[in-house]
């Protein structure tokens, strides 16, 4: 048996050369990946190709076994560095969740290895834990290399996890990649004088960053302490600014589920002049923020400087060395081999954070922080500085959820904001304590009670020249399913027949992330619908779009929770026929319609317009499930959060 795993870039994948690899792979095979492009090419090559994620479902009994067994291997790293401290704060709780979820992986990896049949992994994107993939596989019985591939366009080269300089190469130009993609995509596909000042902003930010490498390096080589004069910098940099009662910690670049809801907070402790900061070390959260201009305070440059600086500080030397010591005694423990330059280098940005993070909360009156993307880096360091200094942490669930077995390690703060009863219970499924949840609703819908029909439709008319007299129709899915640009072009086909204005809302995260395959289901749409009106964007205003619409189809999107506060008639669709068990299914409250034939999609959707019928029972079940996803829809979710950080 044989067991390789490769990985590219997704827009540089050379779809051939993986087609002439494989066929000197010898039958029977698999080829297991994450790239739905890649996956659709090759079932039509007839090649045996499988989505890791429908292989191994995040939910249910086998992802439960392997839970267990990445909580387990994980506790083994945990208890190995249990004694590693820096100003009082354990460093690994730095990235105790990323490894985890590498650790995730790798189990889901040997559980497809179980099946005893040649495997070739293809992945979009680099994940540390693959050379451990890879002892994984030789310790089952399969001939694997240590090596893994990178795929670059026609060639297929080579690394080995003691390739630190190259591996540490590949992963400088994913993260570039991803920032490149985040850039181009996440301000709007239109030229705008907004997106051109942030990418101005960002291009200023990387020469700085540039520039500030080499003016350190420079000062270091003359035997300056260079990083002493960066913190000096960063605490001077706070200083100037009035001292917080509550510090926001952000890393992410999802607006729609970890920023949007904070913003009602954010306006409540400005107009109520409540000292307040926000600090990220990410470029993305950085930018977002300034897009909508909110005040932030970014340490990506100090930390990004630091990483290279911080070699010759004697307190990182000291605990370097006992880093080493613990990964020479603890070499039983399975991959810490292959995982030791991951290690080390979460270790050593921990130590940086942490001393960051010394600096923010020593000029600080805190109340409470609130950790927005509970289980990043930073966030998790902040948290274990508030328990160290007695201090309430927050956060909020950013959207629903279902009892996902690996949810149960996500939120390391002390009180959690749940959306309403369902969020509760599923909280309380995973283990989570009673104590720790506190029951809002989300401050992100407080707006659906301010939004104006009529302003809705004025506003698309004159944006997109829709038109208004017309029944307007939402698509909004979660993520594109198999075939979905065959039945939406004949969905629009209905549409134009029967005078209904339709629009296309592409998920947001196919702003950056596998917008290849994306622009492929949009393109087919594009041939087949030649002539006819419709529209689709990833842009367009989801509270505008919705409020304007009189129809919304999703799948087991939050749309669906959205279109229900706002009184909106919702059909749910599953014509791909795939597993709904984990999901909130709104019909089974009366509040959706759902289906799984096309033809039922035409013939509801005429009932609903035409025959008025639907509308009563639609009616009486958004009232049944409002108060399980929105505690009490009143509009003042953000006032209760607000109530809760400030006493």
């Keep these: 048996m044989i067991c390789e795993l490769l990985f590219s870039y997704e827009k540089e994948i050379g779809m051939e050369r993986i087609i002439n690899y494989l066929n000197t792979i010898p039958n029977p095979n698999q080829i297991i990946t994450n790239n739905r492009v890649l996956h659709e090419f090759l079932i039509k090559k007839e090649k045996n190709s499988k989505m890791i994620a429908e292989v191994i479902p995040d939910d249910g009994p086998l992802a439960k076994e392997i839970f267990k067994k990445a909580k387990k291997l994980r506790d083994e790293y945990k208890n190995a560095f249990k004694d590693l401290t820096y100003k009082g704060i354990p460093i690994f709780s730095g990235f105790d969740l990323p490894l985890f979820r590498q650790l995730t992986i790798l189990y889901k990896a040997e559980k497809i290895l179980e099946e005893k049949i040649n495997t070739i992994f293809i992945f979009s994107g680099f994940f540390d834990i693959f050379f451990t993939i890879k002892k994984k596989a030789q310790e089952m019985g399969y001939e694997s290399a240590s090596n893994i591939g990178v795929i670059e366009r026609n060639t297929i080269n080579y690394l080995n996890f003691e390739s630190t300089q190259k ?36 291009g200023i930010e990387f020469i700085n960053l540039v520039i500030m490498r080499l003016f350190y390096s420079a000062l270091s080589k003359m035997k300056i302490d260079s990083q002493k004069l960066i913190l000096k910098k960063v605490k001077y940099k706070i200083k100037s600014k009035q001292k917080s ?56 440059k100090d930390v990004q400087i630091l990483e290279k600086e911080i070699v010759n500080n004697k307190d990182w030397k000291n605990l370097n060395f006992n880093i080493k010591k613990i990964l020479s005694d ?69 959207g629903y959820i279902s ?43 407080d707006v659906l009670k301010t939004l104006n029909l009529l302003r809705a439709r004025e506003i698309l008319k004159k944006q997109h020249h829709i038109e208004v007299e017309n029944p307007l129709i939402v698509i909004a899915m979660a ?32 702003k950056s992330e596998t917008r290849e395959l994306s622009e492929i289901k949009l393109e087919k749409i594009s041939k087949n619908c030649k002539n006819m009106k419709y529209l689709h964007s990833y842009d367009m205003d989801m509270h505008t779009l919705l409020s304007a619409a009189d129809l919304i189809i999703t799948d087991f999107s939050n749309v669906g929770i959205e279109a229900i506060l706002l009184d909106k008639p919702l059909l749910t669709v599953n014509l791909s026929k795939e597993s709904f068990e984990y999901v909130l299914r709104y019909h089974e409250y009366g509040a959706a319609v759902y289906l799984e034939n096309y033809y039922d999609l035409e013939k509801i959707v005429t009932e609903i317009f035409i025959n008025k019928i639907h509308l009563d029972n639609l009616s009486t079940g958004r009232k049944k499930i409002i108060e399980l996803i929105n505690y009490q829809n009143d509009g003042a979710a953000g006032k209760r959060i607000f109530n809760s950080l400030i006493h």
């Design 167 to 202: 591996v540490e190469n590949y992963q400088g130009k994913f993260a570039r990649l991803r920032i490149y993609n985040f850039l181009k995509y996440s301000f709007g596909t239109k030229p705008s004088l907004k997106k051109i000042k942030i990418s101005v902003k960002s």
């Design 245 to 300: 009662e509550i510090i926001f910690f952000v890393t992410t670049s999802r607006e729609d589920l970890y920023l949007n809801p904070w913003y009602p907070v954010f306006n409540l402790l400005k107009k109520n002049s409540i000292p307040f900061q926000i600090f990220t070390g990410d470029l993305a959260t950085s930018l977002i923020l300034s897009k909508e201009n909110i005040s932030s305070s970014s340490f990506f």
């Design 330 to 398: 603890n070499v039983s423990i399975f991959g810490i081999n292959e995982l030791t330059n991951y290690l080390l280098c979460k270790l050593r940005r921990s130590f940086i954070i942490i001393s960051i993070l010394d600096i923010i909360i020593l000029t600080s009156n805190l109340k409470s922080i609130v950790a927005i993307a509970d289980g990043e880096m930073l966030e998790n360091i902040a948290v274990e500085y508030a328990k160290k200094n007695n201090i309430q942490s927050f956060s909020l669930l950013p």
């Design 403 to 445: 009892p996902q077995p690996f949810l149960a390690e996500w939120f390391k703060v002390n009180k959690i904001f749940v959306h309403g009863l369902n969020g509760l219970n599923s909280m309380l499924e995973l283990g989570y304590d009673r104590s720790r949840l506190l029951i809002s609703g989300n401050p992100k819908y």
């Design 479 to 510: 993520r594109w399913h198999k075939d979905d640009e065959l039945w939406m072009s004949d969905f629009i086909k209905y549409c134009n027949k029967s005078n209904f204005q339709v629009i296309i809302k592409i998920h947001p995260v196919y």
